[in-house]
């Protein structure tokens, strides 16, 4: 049984002992899941594929929890309570999820077509709530969309909650957005219309309000040990000489004292947000107990929040701990029982060494790509593509089955997350680097397009990361109010650029609403004393339904709106009836031009190959270089049908992009 919990080294003899172990233990819980069984009348069909499902994944699932939790004086309760727990939420799955889960154990790769390309909004911001969202479901369809990222929806505190992420209660939705009925129907809507439904699992805290924080507060101890909490500063203290901060400017350190129960508890996040003690197997217990409750609300994608974060270790940074990715392991084997559909999505925004370490089949199948969206906005500040091509030649293949999620912006800011190394290798100093970015995209820099604005400036450090809707940071925002036509168009070009990057390099595209209008910053947010902290409320922006009106006023005016939504829309089109864009099969060919990037995309017998300008000159690239890369003389840009030979050097516009088809 080599690769038990595909972590650690253990010798033979110890995998044997560990399989023997949990086969025993299953033949001991075996009548605890008759009951289970009897009192949901499962049906013996049902329960042979529970059986079945159980003979391929209990006992990795075993190790992983036996290397967290066997320590524990109770470890064998919580494993029986964790199998029950697993066991009831499957019981209580409805047939027309079970008939998904049987495809996709079949199908596991389906969401590496060319057909999947995802969206993500604030249902408050976008249509006020769930029910008149599900107005909008031929809007998504109209623009291509056959995956819906719906930001947290879940009860929250009053006043500020993190944009959804401090949440009160997983089983009930905010009171302003609807109910779980709300959500189900929206669900079987967005099923019926082929688009993936995906929620966030925000797991590494839970807000200060929560009933098992409210616990804790009234001093049950075994609501304490839920959460970190200290008597004293002396353990934090210890604890902090290895930390980072995250929100600098709203709270200097990771800990917060709380006056009512009088002690120090752990907050990676904002005071309110209560970091889960998940060496605490009743913690693990309760969680996976929500997530599968989630999971049967018909959820097909589920966005781990801040994975980084989930397990501390006293004289560690306490971020990508091989712990987390066990915790995250062990919820799979339990999603792969009882929900097996479900896929989930990592989202760590840390050092690209570490992205990656959270993507596997039997870990997160999909994830967000920080470093190719900091990148692409790299390139455009400089014009230059070698960090980008350094970056993608080292770090874009992926272990098979799980794919990549490529993004330009979302509702979080931009950070900086290449590598150092990549950088000095091609005489590039990533401190100064970064400060640059940081200069341009807030504007500051001389001649910059970008209107963007500083978030979490930590004076101490430096650090700082950027807000702004991609359109702002493109330079349409400037462009707009200098009345520069010019600059509109550049803008609109190195939209264009991006999203046909995005759409293109292999993964799963994904629009922040708002995108396909070119939403500007939303300056608003000042005004509101809960949001006036946290700058990424720019980028926030309600929805402009009238907008939608432009579309169909062909009235001669040259709306910029339009021509985005537009120009957005068809390359989404000619992306789905691309069978070349299937998969994460891309290879970086040399252009010998240091402003353009390219690379062949091949799934199958199919080919394209796309070439870049990231400046607003003219470039060329050398026709031996197409004629290799694509192997062929003649080639169709898949957008605008233009024909190239490679008689002579192919000309590229400013910013242009070309999709190339061998013909
Ligand atoms: C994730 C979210 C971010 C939130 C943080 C804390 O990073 O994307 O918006 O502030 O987690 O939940
Ligand atoms: C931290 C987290 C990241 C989150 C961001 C929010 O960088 O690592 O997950 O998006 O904070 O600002």
Redesign the pocket.
Known sequence: MIGLIDYGTDTQAELDELSFQADLSLQRLKPRLEQVWEQYSTSDERQKIFETRLREHWRPLFAQLHELYSGRYDFFYHLEQVLLTCALAFAQRSEDLCEIDRHRVIEPDWFQSENVVGGALYVDLFSDNLSRLREHVGYFKDLGLTYLHLMPLFAVRPGNNDGGYAISNYRTIAPSLGTVEDLKLLADDLREAGISLVLDFVFNHTSDDHEWAQRAQAGQREYQEFYYTFADRSVPEQYERNLRE??PTVRRGNFTWHDGMGRWVWTT?NSFQWDLNYSNPAVFRAMLDEMLFIANLGVDFLRLD?V?FIWKQMGTSCENLPQAHLVIRAFNRLVRLAAPALVFKS????HPDEVVKYIDKNECQVSYNPTLMALLWESLATRRTDLLVRTLSRRFSLPDGTSWVNYLRCH??I?WTFDDDDAASIGINAYDHRNFLNAFYSGQFEGSFARGVP??HNHETGDM?ISGTMASLAGLERAIEQEDEEGKELAIRRMMLLHGVTLSIGGIPLLYMGEEWGMLNDYSFTTDPAKAGDS?WIHRPRMKWEYLEELDDESGRDSIRRRIFRSLQSMIAIRKRTLAFAGQEMKLFPTGNHHLLGYVRSNEASNVVVVANFTEHAQVLDANRLRTAGLGRFFKNLLNDVEYGTAEPVLLQPYELLWLKRI
Do not use: C, K, T, Y
């Open positions: 995250i929100f996040f801040a980084a989202e760590a925004i840390v979080d800011d950070g978030f979490q990361r990424r």
